[in-house]
T-cell receptor, first 113, second 113 residues
Framework: GENVEQHPSTLSVQEGDSAVIKCTYSDSASNYFPWYKQELGKRPQLIID?????GEKKDQRIAVTLNKTAKHFSLHITETQPEDSAVYFC????????????FGKGTKLSVKP | SAVISQKPSRDICQRGTSLTIQCQVDSQVTMMFWYRQQPRQSLTLIATANQGSEATYESGFVIDKFPISRPNLTFSTLTVSNMSPEDSSIYLCSGVFNYDEQFFGPGTRLTVL
């Protein structure tokens, strides 16, 4: 069945460094790839997304890249801050269907001051 | 982003009982979903809540255990029936806006004794 793999499961960086989280997906019909940030005890928050007709998207310190041929996409956070510490989930749309997402297992990011 | 609320925020229930969780969105959405999130785990889709018709369940989830209603475009309920300790989890609803942007409710933390 469809699958989204996410690496690494944990990531520790020093404040100011960059962090990169990578995901691969199996469904070639996937066309929407959101990223969520979840702080402890809170709901997942949509932080950035990318659609299949775009290779890269940037929003301030956050960027996402997509390689449809290789079926992988990545989240890049630059100039990390302690408040970036959270669990990050990638997701891919299932079969191009609206809203039906398959989530990765998550990456726990720790930013040390 | 839209405002999505859930109630109750948490509950402790006895084995064999049922709990109904409500989800309210402050604007009309095209799609609503229900997810389960075990502690320190990823999100698992339970079902798509269809307005005016039966929900569409994912593999491993059945209507008798998780009946869902969606009487209009802004409201849905999920019932966890005949509960056992294995049902202890966080249950989240979500709504889809702008075709595919998906936002989550704050979650309902369920503990079954």
């Amino acid at each position: 069945g469809e699958n989204v793999e996410q690496h690494p499961s944990t990531l520790s960086v020093q404040e100011g460094d960059s962090a990169v989280i990578k995901c691969t997906y199996s469904d070639s019909a996937s066309n929407y790839f959101p990223w969520y940030k979840q702080e402890l005890g809170k709901r997942p928050q949509l932080i950035i997304d990318i659609r299949s007709n775009v290779g890269e998207k940037k929003d301030q310190r956050i960027a996402v890249t997509l390689n449809k041929t290789a079926k992988h996409f990545s989240l890049h956070i630059t100039e990390t801050q302690p408040e970036d510490s959270a669990v990050y989930f990638c997701a891919a749309s299932r079969g191009g269907s609206q809203g039906n997402l398959i989530f990765g297992k998550g990456t726990k990011l720790s930013v040390k001051p | 982003s839209a405002v999505i609320s859930q109630k109750p925020s948490r509950d402790i229930c006895q084995r064999g009982t049922s709990l109904t969780i409500q989800c309210q969105v402050d604007s009309q959405v095209t799609m609503m979903f229900w997810y389960r999130q075990q502690p320190r785990q990823s999100l698992t889709l339970i079902a798509t809540a269809n307005q005016g018709s039966e929900a569409t369940y994912e593999s491993g989830f059945v209507i008798d255990k998780f009946p869902i209603s969606r009487p209009n475009l802004t409201f849905s309920t999920l019932t966890v029936s005949n509960m056992s300790p294995e049902d202890s989890s966080i249950y989240l609803c979500s709504g889809v806006f702008n075709y595919d942007e998906q936002f989550f409710g704050p979650g309902t933390r369920l503990t079954v004794l």
